[in-house]
């Protein structure tokens, strides 16, 4: 079992940035891909990001490219999410997740384990 926890969330100005935290405890999650996925109201929970064990491999949608990074240490069982550049469309819950293996996949269906979410919210 794994449990995560985010943390980082906030509210912010268009053009601003945030740091979004995702901390692991239980098993080890240093062999888990891990991703960020977001929620806003009345939509379905969507792929943000996506990062192999290693670190080395990242995946991104097309919409926070170029403006979000996704990175892990792993001495520290985290993974963050740098977002700048944020935009009012990139509000929602931002909910980090984990596989139950090391191959990274972007469809929420593939993940076993959830944090609780965090908030962002950006104004215009």
């Known amino acids: 079992q794994v449990q995560l926890v985010e943390s980082g969330g906030g509210l912010v100005q268009a053009g601003g940035s945030l740091r979004l935290s995702c901390a692991a405890s239980?098993?080890?999650?240093?062999?888990?891909?891990v991703g960020w996925f977001r929620q806003a109201p009345g939509k379905e929970r969507a792929f943000v990001a996506a990062?192999?064990?290693?670190?080395?491999?990242?995946y991104y949608a097309d919409s926070v490219k170029g403006r979000f990074t996704i990175s892990r240490d792993n001495a520290k069982n985290t993974v963050y999410l740098q977002m700048n550049n944020l935009k009012p469309e990139d509000t929602a819950v931002y909910f980090c997740?984990?596989?139950?293996?090391?191959?990274?996949?972007?469809?929420?269906?593939?993940?076993?384990?959830w944090g609780q979410g965090t908030q962002v919210t950006v104004s215009s």
């Open positions: 997740a984990a596989r139950a293996n090391i191959v990274v996949r972007t469809t929420t269906d593939e993940y076993a384990y």
């Open positions: 990062i192999g064990w290693s670190g080395a491999n990242t």
């Open positions: 239980g098993n080890t999650f240093s062999r888990n891909a």
